[in-house]
C-alpha cells in the first residue's frame, strides 16, 4: 500500500518547545517537500529536498530546520524561533521536482 | 513567493451546473498543474498541462492554458456535491528549481 504518511494528526506545543513533524513515504520518490498552510490561505514552502543528505531552504525557512538521512523520510522540526508556528503543515514527495506532487494528510500544530 | 493568482478566491453554484475557475502567473513554466482540497485534507493532484500544451482533459475536466497571457482555466462540467472543496493551481517555475509554486486557491461550494 504505497503513500506518504504523517504523524501525529495534531500537536499541541507549549510556548519555547521544540516539535518535530515525521513525514514518511514508500514512493521510491526522489523529491520531498514541507509547506505551511494557514486558514483559506494557499501553501507555502518551508523546505525541499531533492536527494538524500541535500535539502535547500523554501520560501519561509526562518524558525524551521530538516534533515533527509533516508530517501523515506523527511522530518520537520518546529523551533522555539518560529514566533507564529499554529497552521497546518502539508509534506508531499515527487519522482521528479517539477511532477505531479503526492501529499500527506497534514499535522495540525496548535501553539497553546 | 505566491506567482499563482486564482479568480475567484469563491464560488458556489448549484449542482449540475459548470464551474470555472481561473489562475494568472507572472514568470514562464515548464508546467502547470491543478489540485483538489478536501477540508483539512492533503491535496490530490488533479491534472498537469506542459507549457507546449493549450488543453488538456481528464473525465469531467478541462484545463486549458493560454502562455502569452500566463493563465490557465479549469473547468468542471456536470458538477456535483463531492466537488465541492478548495483548487489550487500551481507552477513549475521555467528554469529555477525543482519545485511548485502554489496559488491562493478557490473555494468552491456545489449546492445540492
Known amino acids: 500500500d504505497g503513500g506518504i504518511t504523517q504523524s501525529p494528526k495534531y500537536l499541541f506545543r507549549k510556548e519555547g518547545q521544540n516539535v518535530t513533524l515525521s513525514c514518511e513515504q514508500n514512493l521510491n520518490h526522489d523529491a520531498m517537500y514541507w509547506y505551511r498552510q494557514d486558514p483559506g490561505q494557499g501553501l507555502r514552502l518551508i523546505y525541499y529536498?531533492?536527494?538524500?543528505?541535500?535539502?535547500q531552504k523554501g520560501d519561509i525557512a526562518e524558525g524551521y530546520s530538516v534533515s533527509r538521512e533516508k530517501k523515506e523520510s523527511f522530518p520537520l522540526t518546529v523551533t522555539s524561533a518560529q514566533k507564529n508556528p499554529t497552521a497546518f503543515y502539508l509534506c508531499?514527495?515527487?519522482?521528479?521536482?517539477?511532477?505531479?506532487?503526492?501529499f500527506g494528510p497534514g499535522t495540525r500544530l496548535t501553539v497553546l | 513567493s505566491q506567482q499563482g493568482e486564482e479568480d475567484p478566491q469563491a464560488l458556489s453554484i448549484q449542482e449540475g451546473e459548470n464551474a470555472t475557475m481561473n489562475c494568472s502567473y507572472k514568470t514562464s513554466i515548464n508546467n502547470l498543474q491543478w489540485y483538489r482540497q478536501n477540508s483539512g485534507r492533503g491535496l490530490v493532484h488533479l491534472i498537469l498541462i506542459r507549457s507546449n500544451e493549450r488543453e488538456k482533459h481528464s473525465g469531467r475536466l478541462r484545463v486549458t492554458l493560454d502562455t502569452s497571457k500566463k493563465s490557465s482555466s479549469l473547468l468542471i462540467t456536470a458538477s456535483r456535491a463531492a466537488d465541492t472543496a478548495s483548487y489550487f493551481c500551481?507552477?513549475?517555475?521555467?528554469?529555477?528549481?525543482?519545485?511548485?509554486?502554489f496559488g491562493q486557491g478557490t473555494r468552491l461550494t456545489i449546492n445540492p
Open positions: 529536498s531533492q536527494i538524500v543528505n541535500d535539502f
Open positions: 508531499a514527495s515527487s519522482s521528479q521536482g517539477a511532477g505531479e506532487q503526492f
Open positions: 500551481a507552477t513549475a517555475p521555467y528554469g529555477g528549481a525543482q519545485k511548485l509554486v
